[in-house]
C-alpha cells in the first residue's frame, strides 16, 4: 500500500511577519489580513512541495481560531481543504496511508519566555497544560494525535524558540525558522517570500527522508492536566477521566486525571 498522502496543519502565530498587538491577540491585530495570506502562501509553499515529490494528495488543514483563515484560492488547486471548527476528531481522513504531518506557523506553549505570541490554545484560558507530568503545546498534542494513526511529523516552521522546541520533541523533523523572537509581539522575520523558497526547499529535503522519520506518542494511559489563569473557569470545566469521573482539583487552578488515549484529551 502506497504512502503518498500528507496533512499540513496550519496555524498562523509562527509565520513570517506575524507578530500581534500588545494586550490583543493576533486576530485582532492591524497585520492579521497579512497574516492570513501568508499563512496561505507558506501552506502552498509546502503543498507544492509535496505534489512535487509524488504526493497522491495533499490536505491543508486551517487550524486557527475558528478554523476559516487561509485564501484558499491561493493554494495549489491540487490540494484539498479542511476547515472550520467542530470536527469529530482533530484529524479526520488521516489513515495508514498517510505518509507525513507538516506543521505551519504553529507557536511555542505558554510560559515560554521572550517567544512571539506563545500560549497553548487560549492565551485567555490556560497557564500550561502537561501530559504525563511533562508540559506540553499543541504540536506535541497533535503529533501525539498523529502517531495514534502511524503518522510522523516530517516538517515544521515557525519562530526560532517555537523551532528549538520542535527539534526538541521530533529531532527526526526537518524545519525552517520563520523569524526570531523579541518578545511575546515582536519579531526579527525573514522576508516572507524568502521563507516560502525555505519551505519549500526543507519539505522537499524531508520527504527525501521520510525512511528516517519515527512516530511521536505518550505512554498510555496518560496524565493530563490543566492549569487554568481563573479559578471559576477551572472549576467549571468538563474533564472527564477514564472511568467516567469528573478530574480532580488538587488545587484552585488545576483539574487533573487519567484518560485511556491522546484522543480524548479534550
Not at 495533499?58 to 481560531?65: A, E, K, L, N, R
Amino acid at each position: 500500500m502506497a504512502r503518498d498522502r500528507y496533512f499540513i496543519a496550519v496555524d498562523c502565530e509562527g509565520v513570517a511577519c506575524a507578530v500581534g498587538k500588545p494586550g490583543g491577540t493576533l486576530n485582532d491585530s492591524a497585520n492579521y489580513a497579512f497574516v492570513q495570506k501568508q499563512a496561505t502562501r507558506e501552506a502552498d509553499a509546502a503543498a507544492r512541495a509535496l505534489f512535487d515529490a509524488g504526493a497522491s494528495q495533499v490536505i491543508v488543514c486551517d487550524g486557527h481560531s475558528s478554523g476559516i483563515n487561509l485564501s484558499y484560492d491561493l493554494l495549489d488547486p491540487r490540494c484539498d481543504i479542511m476547515l472550520g471548527s467542530g470536527y469529530p476528531e482533530r484529524f479526520p481522513t488521516m489513515d495508514e496511508r498517510v505518509a507525513g504531518l507538516l506543521f505551519i506557523g504553529f507557536h511555542s506553549r505558554e510560559n515560554t519566555k521572550t517567544a512571539t505570541l506563545a500560549h497553548s490554545y487560549s492565551s485567555e484560558t490556560y497557564q500550561w497544560i502537561k501530559v504525563n507530568g511533562v508540559e506540553v503545546g499543541e504540536m506535541e498534542i497533535d503529533a501525539a494525535i498523529a502517531g495514534r494513526y502511524g503518522v510522523p511529523v516530517i516538517f515544521a516552521a515557525s519562530d526560532d524558540i517555537t523551532v528549538s522546541q520542535a527539534q526538541a520533541a521530533f529531532p527526526w523533523a526537518q524545519t525552517v525558522t520563520t523569524k526570531r523572537s523579541l518578545g511575546w509581539t515582536s519579531a526579527l522575520c525573514k522576508h516572507p517570500a524568502r521563507v516560502c523558497d525555505e519551505i519549500y526547499a526543507g519539505v522537499t529535503r524531508a520527504v527525501a527522508r521520510l525512511s528516517d522519520m519515527q512516530l511521536f506518542g505518550f505512554e498510555e494511559p496518560l496524565c493530563a492536566e490543566f492549569r487554568y489563569k481563573r479559578m471559576d473557569a477551572a472549576a467549571a470545566a468538563l474533564h472527564v477521566d477514564m472511568h467516567g469521573e469528573p478530574f480532580a482539583q488538587p488545587d484552585p487552578f488545576t483539574r487533573a486525571g487519567t484518560i485511556a488515549s491522546i484522543l480524548r484529551l479534550f
